[in-house]
């Protein structure tokens, strides 16, 4: 992988007790922020839940799976959603982008405050007939923290989850990424204990990525004294599948009331996609042939 795109790997350590993930995200945060205009707090907060469902979604077994990451919470930032496909497609976006707030006492963004108190849902969409919802209460709302207690309290699998997004003074994404470690039920009493010690030692996530540190060497370090072996590397992008077609069956979802008060009203119409913020202009004519293919009711 080149050292400018953001990729995923995953790996197994220790007789398989230990599956791990970890990933860079640095340019598809940055995309995010920049559709977006997202402020730092906000940046941060999407950026953790973007890298956190990329590795979440690496943990669905069928191809087109899809996995959604919801905070609904009462802090400013008003609600995070991020998507993430098991091809290494993220898309996301939070309620209010431009929330700021002062800086916690460890010069760190407060995304805990931003985020608040509430639910985390997560939804994995298996097939068109399959979904699977899980919900927990937001634990800090610092989103490592909360995929931590998902997992334990919602999957009873004992988890270890760093997240990172360094901002730079100009706003724009310095560094993004993270990693994700599990112990299988038969993980050992030493296995254990190994992983606990090494994580005493492992610092934050920001300090990692900033000394240069690739998904793999974040998994090296973490993973300490385990023999480590990588078993996929997957490059990740920011990618939205909105399209002209999708917004015009969200239109017709308004009904023929709806539709009849925006002719009404006689000018131009235009829907942003939420989650990449794409633009889509209809002409009052457009929009009455939408309503003329609306049947009578
Ligand atoms: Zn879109």
Redesign the pocket.
């Known amino acids: 992988m080149s050292e400018t795109q953001d990729y995923m790997v995953r790996a197994i350590a220790a007789n398989q007790e230990i599956r791990a993930f970890a990933v860079t995200s640095k340019n598809l945060v940055e995309e995010a922020r920049r559709a977006h205009g997202t402020a730092p707090v906000c940046t941060a907060a999407l950026g953790r839940t973007m890298s956190g469902a990329l590795m979440m979604s690496g943990m669905l077994k069928d191809k087109d799976s899809v996995l959604t990451l919801q905070f609904s919470g009462d802090g400013p930032i008003g609600g995070i959603t991020v998507t993430a496909d098991n091809n290494g497609n993220v ?1 996301g976006f939070v309620q209010n982008p431009l929330v700021v707030l002062p800086l916690k006492e460890d010069g760190h963004l407060d995304v805990g405050q931003a985020v608040g108190k509430g639910t985390l849902t997560v939804i994995r969409d298996m097939d068109k007939d399959h979904t699977y919802n899980g919900q927990v209460a937001i634990h800090s709302g610092e989103i490592a923290d909360d995929l931590t207690h998902y997992f334990a309290e919602s999957e009873q699998v004992p988890s270890v989850v760093g997240l990172g997004v360094l901002v730079d003074t100009d706003y724009s994404v310095k560094h993004a990424g993270g990693f994700i470690i599990q112990l299988m039920p038969f993980a050992t009493e030493e296995t254990i204990s190994r992983l606990e010690n090494n994580m005493k030692d492992v610092g934050y996530v920001t300090e990692m990525l900033d000394a240069g540190f690739s998904p793999e060497d974040m998994l090296t370090r973490v993973l300490d004294g385990f023999d480590v072996e990588i078993t996929q590397t997957l490059p990740v992008q920011f990618h ?1 599948n ?1 399209s002209r077609d999708r917004v015009e069956r969200a239109l017709k979802l308004l009904g023929k009331a709806e539709l009849d008060s925006i002719i009404e009203e006689g000018h131009e119409t235009e829907l942003a ?1 939420h ?2 913020g ?1 633009k889509y202009q209809f002409s009052v004519d457009e929009i009455r042939g939408l309503r003329a293919e609306l049947k009578n009711s």
């Open positions: 898309k939205c909105c996609c989650f990449c794409k």
